[in-house]
């Protein structure tokens, strides 16, 4: 059992005693084995773990269907982790980031998106978090200046979720959740997991694994268990070009992890039927771009069970790239769907509030490597295919 340690105080306004287990981020398993310590039958643990989830309840005390007696032995013994964003941000286009600042004072940052329905009303997507920071050092991601940090606990992951849910109108519901934020999700392998378990959990928060999607920079042995342990949920590829030698320049991870050999386990990978694999293409301006890029993708990817997301890449200051003009992103999607490739060109949401895909940072902890939100001190990357 885990125990992740949360800002205090809680919402009801007393200070937390981080003594006490947190059950956010326990299993059902878990919660059943600490009410059978009061002697407690496992149905009165499925209540609690229902609340926790399902309701999203902060409050021990609050769990109406439990009798008294044990909902004070219960809150003697346990909390309910939680997070309050420290701050939110809302851009022109209705995205909203939250930054949470943990308990140990490290801090993550989610971001929740309205896509409009027809017929009124929004579909609401989550990018959440896995990590604070991020060890895979890709070049064109804003999160990796931060390097590693550590990784979230089971709780904390899933609190981004119930959090950011509680902030939502009145009837609305959060309907896709990609992790796709700080960090790589495969590298905190259990907690990730853990996770998606309790996401997709039918008395939990009870999500379709079909609307959850796990991106990855292609840690190849984890990818396999993963599909393994949890078929139906999304996987997403983060590829970003069309040969080695450049991958290797933008994505430090393919020297250990080389892109032929992700694109063979790709294709080995247990998928049920319905289910296609997903890559993720971040267009450079001259570096990944060029038609002779996209046929070479195309090349790669036929006869796979997959779609390629394309994605402009979201500038931030300092970074030794230029996003591509649309002209360029459309000849590039149009070179792969005429070679029959399924292809999307991914709107970048929140760029005006630096909430789009590899924009996250703990500007604290970046401020702590002498960042000042301006312009970052960056190496040049040089984009000789053939060096
Ligand atoms: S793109 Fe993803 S995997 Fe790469 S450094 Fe950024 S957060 Fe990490």
């Known amino acids: 059992m885990e125990s992740t340690k949360q800002n205090p105080p809680d919402p009801?306004?007393?200070?937390?005693?981080?003594?006490?287990?947190?059950?956010?981020?326990m299993s059902?398993?878990?919660?059943?084995?600490?009410?059978?310590?009061?002697?407690?039958?496992?149905?009165?643990?499925?209540?609690?773990?229902?609340?926790?989830?399902?309701?999203?309840?902060?409050?021990?005390?609050?769990?109406?269907?439990?009798?008294?007696?044990?909902?004070?032995?219960?809150a003697a013994r346990a909390r309910i982790?939680?997070?309050?964003?420290?701050?939110?941000?809302?851009?022109?286009?209705?995205?909203e980031k939250f930054f949470w600042r943990l308990g140990d004072e490290a801090g993550v940052e989610s971001v929740r998106i309205p896509m409009p329905r027809t017929g009124g009303g929004y579909r609401w997507s989550l990018c959440i978090s896995t990590q604070v920071g991020c060890a895979m050092g890709c070049a064109f991601c804003l999160t990796a200046k931060m390097g590693f940090v550590r990784n979230l606990g089971t709780g904390e992951i899933v609190e981004q979720f119930l959090a950011a849910r509680r902030g939502l109108p009145p009837g609305e519901r959060l309907h896709n959740v990609v992790f796709m934020g700080m960090g790589e999700p495969l590298d905190n392998?259990?907690?990730?997991?853990?996770?998606?378990?309790?996401?997709?959990?039918?008395?939990?928060?009870?999500?379709?694994?079909r609307r959850l999607t796990v991106s990855t920079v292609g840690v190849i042995p984890k990818i396999k268990?993963?599909?393994?342990?949890?078929?139906?949920?999304?996987?997403?590829?983060s590829l970003h070009a069309a040969d080695e030698v450049t991958r290797a320049k933008i994505v430090p991870p393919s020297?250990?992890?080389?892109?032929?050999?992700?694109?063979?386990?790709?294709?080995e990978l247990p998928l049920p039927e319905r289910q296609r694999i997903t890559f993720e293409y971040v267009l450079l301006s001259g570096v990944n771009d060029s038609s002779g890029d996209a046929v070479k993708l195309a090349g790669l990817l036929r006869g796979m069970r997959c779609k390629v997301n394309l994605l402009p890449w979201n500038p931030f200051s300092g970074a030794p790239f230029e996003r591509p003009s649309d002209k360029c992103v459309e000849a590039f999607r149009r070179i792969l769907a005429g070679r029959g490739i399924a292809v999307t060109v991914r709107q970048s949401k929140g760029l005006d509030i630096r909430a789009a895909c590899?924009?996250?940072?703990?500007?604290?902890?970046?401020?702590?490597?002498?960042?000042?939100?301006?312009?970052?001190?960056m190496a040049p990357v040089s984009v000789n295919k053939t060096g």
């Open 12 to 25: 009801q306004g007393r200070a937390l005693d981080l003594e006490r287990i947190d059950l956010k981020g």
């Open 28 to 74: 059902e398993d878990e919660i059943v084995e600490l009410c059978g310590e009061a002697g407690e039958p496992a149905y009165r643990g499925k209540q609690v773990f229902s609340w926790v989830y399902d309701k999203g309840e902060t409050d021990i005390g609050r769990m109406s269907d439990l009798p008294k007696r044990f909902r004070e032995w219960l």
């Open 81 to 95: 982790g939680w997070l309050e964003a420290e701050e939110t941000e809302k851009g022109a286009d209705g995205t």
């Open 189 to 209: 392998y259990d907690a990730t997991v853990a996770a998606v378990r309790l996401l997709t959990h039918p008395r939990g928060i009870g999500l379709s694994p």
């Open 225 to 237: 268990e993963f599909v393994r342990e949890l078929p139906g949920v999304g996987v997403a590829v």
């Open 255 to 267: 020297r250990k992890w080389p892109m032929g050999e992700i694109l063979r386990a790709c294709k």
């Open 358 to 377: 590899g924009q996250l940072v703990d500007t604290v902890k970046m401020a702590e490597r002498g960042w000042d939100g301006g312009k970052l001190p």
